[in-house]
């Protein structure tokens, strides 16, 4: 559990766009994470059941750790187009504990790679990653097997 909010304390403190920090875009950069070390080793940063609903990739256990941590704060905002959202916010003084380089290098990645994004293309680049192309809605993404299945498929593409 330590390593999960870990994770979130992470993203919240090195997320360049804090006010872009929802919780719907914090759970995808979960997913994110754990479907990229999926890829590299074979396991999920987190030990998240990964569902893919009617919002995608998402497991409401996850805010609820946030909700009933002292440490995260969740803040009522309005986006642009009028509608709530709520942002999720970690204190400064937050001791991250569980990470190692490897799993920071990762978490960069992400980071990295969503930060330049507007929500809407951020949602396509979550919408276009193989566990969510190959799954029907409401099923459980093994992201392990999906990670071997995609790594095959790859292979026969290249052979």
């Known amino acids: ?33 754990d479907w990229k070390n999926s890829i590299e080793h074979q396991n999920q940063l987190t030990n998240t059941n990964w569902i893919f609903n009617q919002y995608g990739p998402y497991v409401n256990d996850i805010i609820e750790t ?41 978490l960069d990645f992400v980071i990295n790679a969503t930060s330049v994004l507007n929500y809407s293309d951020f949602i396509d680049l979550v919408y276009s990653t193989y566990p969510i192309k190959v799954s029907s809605k409401m099923s459980e993404l093994n992201l392990v097997q999906l990670a071997t299945d995609y790594k095959k498929s790859k292979e026969k593409i290249y052979s």
């Open 1 to 33: 559990m330590e390593t999960l909010k870990d994770i979130l304390a992470y993203f919240c403190l090195n997320y360049p766009y804090p006010n872009e920090l929802s919780k719907a875009r914090l759970v995808k950069m979960l997913y994110l994470a």
């Open 66 to 106: 946030i909700k009933y941590d002292n440490r995260f704060e969740i803040i009522d905002k309005t986006n642009s187009y009028g509608s709530p959202k709520q942002l999720i916010k970690v204190s400064n003084n937050y001791k991250i504990l569980n990470l190692n380089e490897e799993k920071k290098r990762i």
